[in-house]
């Protein structure tokens, strides 16, 4: 982790300077509430479901069986295991992963609406573990959940809404057992200190991305000191290995008839990680 650290160069100013709308990870993002997370998704699930269907995953391999199998097996899931799955939509990846291992999956989100569709979900199911739903902020853990319970606590695509990385981290750490493990996948702002005049272009695909999506992403480096700083063991930090689709996501834009458009290739804005990490 230490070496990986030295390795990739940590940026005290984000690219574009204070005015960026990328986010430093390591700092609370400004002009960015949790409040307007959650009524975005409480008036936006039902074309989440109508869009992406089960699982709003913006990055994701085609079948939702490969992207369950590809998850199980980057977040080194296992029988037996208790999970926390932080920001969990309406449960579709919980109540997956529970139908194919035994583990006792808990799941907090912010709205409501979700979780109610959660736990029609769950009563209908026929799994070999379990699965509970509850509604939260996921900035205040350690008021949700007693302890170090966890084996696994996973952030699909969940963290870019959040105000604070270092409040959700570490009161995700703070409920792992010892060498439990976080698996973030999520996505990161494509840096082009080395080519500036992609910037401006960038910087307006962001903006726009915030306004419609109410998320911010990050600097890579950052994501990686913070999670170093917090006291993690990196076990890995890579692009996604699967082939990517988008067509989930853009599904959903046209159910909401607001589409991100970008002006440039979306893979020049941002692009997917993944990341594991020991407690
Ligand atoms: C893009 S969706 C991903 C949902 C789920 N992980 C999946 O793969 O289907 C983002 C999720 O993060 C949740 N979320 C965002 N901010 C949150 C917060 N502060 N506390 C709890 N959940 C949050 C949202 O409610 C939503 O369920």
Known sequence: MARLAQMVSVRSVPPG???????DARVRASGHSTRDVESYYQHNTP???????????????????QL???????????????VLDAGCGVGGPALAFASHLDLRIEGVTLAPAQVDEARTRIAKAE???S????????????????GRQF?????????????????????????????????????????HRARPERTEAQNTDLKRLTDIYKLVVPDLPSVLDLVSELGFQLVYLRMPEFEPTYRHWAQYEVETGRPWSPHT?????????????QS
């Not at 869009?51 to 391999?61: L, N, T």
């Not at 369950?68 to 208790?82: M, P, R």
């Not at 699965?131 to 007693?146: E, K, S, W």
């Open 265 to 277: 290739q979306p893979g020049e804005v941002i692009q997917g990680f993944e990341l594991l990490a």
């Open 151 to 191: 084996d696994r606590v996973l952030l699909l695509e969940s963290l870019c809404h959040a105000e604070s990385y270092r409040d959700v981290l570490a009161g995700a750490r703070d409920l792992l057992k010892p060498g439990g493990k976080i698996y973030i996948k999520d996505f990161y702002a494509v840096d």
């Open 68 to 82: 369950v199998s590809y998850t199980i097996e980057a977040a080194q899931l296992a029988d037996g295991q208790d």
């Open 17 to 23: 300077g204070g005015r960026s709308p990328i986010r």
């Open 127 to 129: 799994l070999k573990g």
């Open 131 to 146: 699965v509970a739903v509850r509604q939260g902020d996921f900035h205040q853990l350690a008021t949700l959940y007693p």
């Open 47 to 65: 074309a989440y479901l109508r869009g992406f269907g089960e699982f709003f995953q913006g990055s994701r391999p085609d079948s939702d069986e």
